[in-house]
């Protein structure tokens, strides 16, 4: 079954007024992903990857941009501004082998953060896990990531403490949710 992921682009407006794309990331966005890390912090960086980098490799980059879309999807956020676009977010679910189960991540970069981008990727990801069938979806964060788990409460997730990697495990059924 070949995947069509842009049939995965919506427009929409931020709780903090923002005017956004989302959409599947493209092989030549690139750039856009490596501008977005300029803008993130150490601790961005830092609640994202669980360990403390400076900036992403370009292989490291590279690998982010490799996607299987049939399997998984990469997300972004993106605005116009001045004729041109930028990201302010990423939200990428990787699905399991089963199909039912997967995992997902989330980062905004700094100057868009507490503006509501993190809801709409999220919100858009899950939608999306739900229409490809999937059962569940978790996503990982440090206990100092506040924000993130505050979203995750409000979403739904059931939230545990996981010592083996001393994070917590933010968990949502998706069979419990209605499709949107």
């Not at 941009?65 to 956020?77: K, P, S, T, Y």
């Not at 199909?99 to 997902?104: A, P, V, W």
């Not at 409000?154 to 545990?160: E, Q």
Request: a positive charge; glycine letters at 8%; hydrophobic letters at 40%.
């Amino acid at each position: 079954m070949k995947s069509n992921p842009d049939q995965y682009e919506i427009s929409t407006i931020t709780k903090g007024g923002l005017e956004v794309v989302i959409r599947p990331i493209r092989a030549d966005d690139a750039p856009l992903l490596e501008a977005l890390f300029d803008t993130l912090s150490p601790k961005s960086l830092y609640f994202r990857f669980f360990m403390r980098i400076k900036k992403p490799s370009k292989e490291m980059l590279a690998k982010l941009m490799e996607i299987d879309h049939g399997r998984d999807a990469v997300l972004i956020a993106t605005e116009r501004k001045e004729g041109r676009e930028q990201i302010l977010g990423v939200f990428r679910l990787m699905c399991y082998p089963d199909r039912k189960q997967g995992e997902f991540s989330l980062l905004v970069g700094d100057p868009w953060q507490g503006k509501g981008v993190g809801a709409k990727l999220l919100e858009h990801g899950l939608s999306i896990a739900k229409k490809r069938g999937m059962e569940s979806v978790f996503g990982m964060a440090l206990p100092e990531n506040k924000t993130m788990l505050a979203l995750a409460r409000k979403r739904g997730f059931a939230i545990t403490w996981d010592s083996d990697v001393c994070a917590y495990e933010m968990t949502i059924n998706l069979t419990r949710i209605n499709r949107n």
